[in-house]
């Protein structure tokens, strides 16, 4: 399956719901929210009450990106808001902490995502490979949108993709940072399958339509 993400950070927080409706209108299946802590990474966004109203608005997967320390505190937090996808940071957790953070998002019946920032090495993800939903590349500094597309993230893509083949596995690929209508090609051709839009998005003068930016199937 592949779809795009949308990511609310780049809405209009004024009209939530509406921008909410906007993303069902464009064919997306996902809505992609980054929860930011002040301390992970140098920007405060939102939390467990904003997770709790898009849930209460809406069917889309709510991919919860959190850039937060600790994030294994805030596991069940995440669920009972309404998280459906959990990605919590590489860098945030110690080895264990992420063997039983996989476990516990897990054992809600929840989909587990590790992301990693650009100056990790893929490598270090694949004792945890098979047993996550997806694999979240970030492609620019985590902290804050608009920024531009990190072009050497790419091998990092085509690593995983190679890594899903030879092993049989079939985790999601997200990238997420700078993606735009030229950059998606790129990410797309290595692998990628999940596809984060927050600028592109939001701030585009016409509304998205998934299939003008990918080939869904
Ligand atoms: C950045 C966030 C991204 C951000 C992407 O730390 O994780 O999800 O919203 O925004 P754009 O698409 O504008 O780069
Ligand atoms: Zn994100």
Known sequence: MKTIAPSILASDFLKLGDEIKKIENSGAKYVHIDVM????VPNISFGMPII????GCTNLVLDVHA???????YIDDFISSGADIVTFHFEALSIPKIHS???KIHSQGKKVGIS???????EALVPFLNDIDMVLIMTVEP???GQSFMDDMTKKVEFLDQYKKEHSLNFDIEVDGGINDSTIKIVEKAGANIFVLGTAFFKSPVQIKVGDLIDEN
């Open 37 to 40: 802590d002040g301390c992970f």
């Open 67 to 73: 850039m937060i320390i600790n994030p294994d505190n």
């Open 143 to 145: 902290g804050f949108g």
């Open 101 to 103: 953070a996989i476990w």
């Open 116 to 122: 990693i920032k650009p100056n990790t090495s893929v």
């Open 52 to 55: 709790k109203a898009i849930r």
